[in-house]
């Protein structure tokens, strides 16, 4: 016999009727695999008939979703649906044999869903460079802005405004202590400008 294998997409809500579908049919459950991912816990549903492997795929389990437990349908799924809830939080509901968070015994709740230190140390570096990309960004703009205030670059349909409103709307989220330093320098521009423009008036 030819094995084959695919992989469906499934939302939770859709599972109570999957499991009885392949209930009715006469399908093998054969398991439940729970994977730790940036948007949630991906959970696939594996079941087999006549040499098809057919893994229906939950993707994104966040915090707070329960999902229905499969074990009125196939009770051999209480050992994956204990193991999903102990190691990766998944709140599982009526499971038919239901450990109640002790199927393991775990030196730390959930340890497949934390992150390593490094995983850790390296998010927030780059949402540090991001951050400071971005005050770079605004503060270039301010700039611009403030020494071109005839600019009114359009995004997304709309028109920014130009000037010390639109200084201030541009600086809006950056550090403080940045915003202070780019105002004092465009004031020293300004002072100087008017300074030259004075002298050059009166030379004439």
């Known amino acids: 016999m030819e094995l084959r294998s695919e992989f469906i997409p499934l939302a939770v809500e859709e599972l109570p009727a999957l499991a009885a579908e392949k209930k009715a049919e006469g399908a093998r459950f054969v398991q439940m695999l729970a994977v730790s991912t940036e948007d949630g816990v991906d959970l696939v549903y594996s079941f087999m008939?006549?040499?098809?492997l057919a893994n229906h795929e939950i993707k994104g389990v966040k915090k707070g979703t329960t999902v229905p437990s499969i074990t009125g349908e196939f009770l051999a799924a209480f050992v994956f649906e204990n193991e999903a809830?102990?190691?990766?939080?998944?709140?599982?509901?009526?499971?038919?044999?239901?450990?109640?968070?002790?199927?393991?015994?775990?030196?730390?709740?959930e340890p497949m869903t934390v992150i390593s230190p490094a995983q850790h140390a390296a998010r927030e570096k780059a949402?540090?460079?991001?951050?400071?990309?971005?005050?770079?960004?605004?503060?270039?703009?301010?700039?611009?802005?403030?020494?071109?205030?005839?600019?009114?670059?359009?995004?997304?349909?709309?028109?920014?405004?130009?000037?010390?409103?639109g200084l201030e709307a541009r600086l809006a989220?950056?550090?403080?202590?940045?915003?202070?330093?780019?105002?004092?320098?465009?004031?020293?521009?300004?002072?100087?400008a008017a300074a030259e423009a004075a002298a050059q008036k009166e030379g004439e």
């Open 49 to 52: 008939k006549d040499g098809l």
């Open 173 to 192: 989220g950056v550090d403080p202590e940045k915003v202070a330093r780019v105002k004092a320098a465009l004031a020293a521009k300004a002072k100087k």
């Open 85 to 109: 809830h102990d190691l990766f939080g998944v709140d599982i509901a009526d499971i038919a044999i239901d450990f109640g968070g002790s199927f393991y015994a775990l030196a730390q709740k």
């Open 127 to 165: 949402r540090k460079l991001a951050a400071a990309k971005a005050a770079k960004a605004a503060i270039a703009n301010a700039e611009f802005v403030a020494e071109h205030p005839e600019a009114k670059p359009k995004r997304e349909g709309v028109v920014a405004p130009s000037g010390e409103d």
